[in-house]
C-alpha cells in the first residue's frame, strides 16, 4: 500500500472442505474506515466458475504483531454467482478447450 497507488492484494477463502474462491482486492489505503473491494475471479470444487463482487470496511482488532494482524469485516456488501464451465471462456475456465 502507498499514497500513489494505494492497496492492491490477492484473496484465498478455503472452506471445511478444501474448496477455495480467489479473489483480487484494493483500496484507496490500508486504515480505519476505509473501503475495501473486492472481485472473484474463480474457485475450485463447489467454487469452480464463481464470478462476483464485494466490498466492506475493515477494522483492525489489537496491535501488529510480526506479519499477522487481526481484524474484522464491516458493512459486507455484494453478489456471487456461479457460471457453469459450458459458458465459461478458455482464460476463466483455467484453459480448459
Do not use: C
Not at 4 to 9: C, I, K, P, T
Amino acid at each position: 500500500s502507498d499514497t500513489g497507488s494505494g492497496m492492491v492484494g490477492r484473496s484465498v477463502w478455503t472452506d471445511e472442505h478444501g474448496d477455495r474462491v480467489f479473489s483480487e482486492l484494493r483500496g484507496a489505503a490500508i486504515g480505519p474506515g476505509q473501503r475495501i473491494e473486492g472481485n472473484i475471479i474463480g474457485g475450485t470444487g463447489r467454487y469452480e466458475g464463481l464470478r462476483g463482487e464485494y466490498g466492506f470496511e475493515w477494522q483492525r482488532i489489537g496491535p501488529v504483531e510480526g506479519d499477522e494482524i487481526a481484524g474484522r469485516v464491516v458493512g459486507l456488501t455484494g453478489w456471487a454467482r456461479v457460471t457453469p464451465a459450458a459458458e465459461q471462456s478458455p482464460t476463466t475456465a483455467g484453459d480448459r478447450k
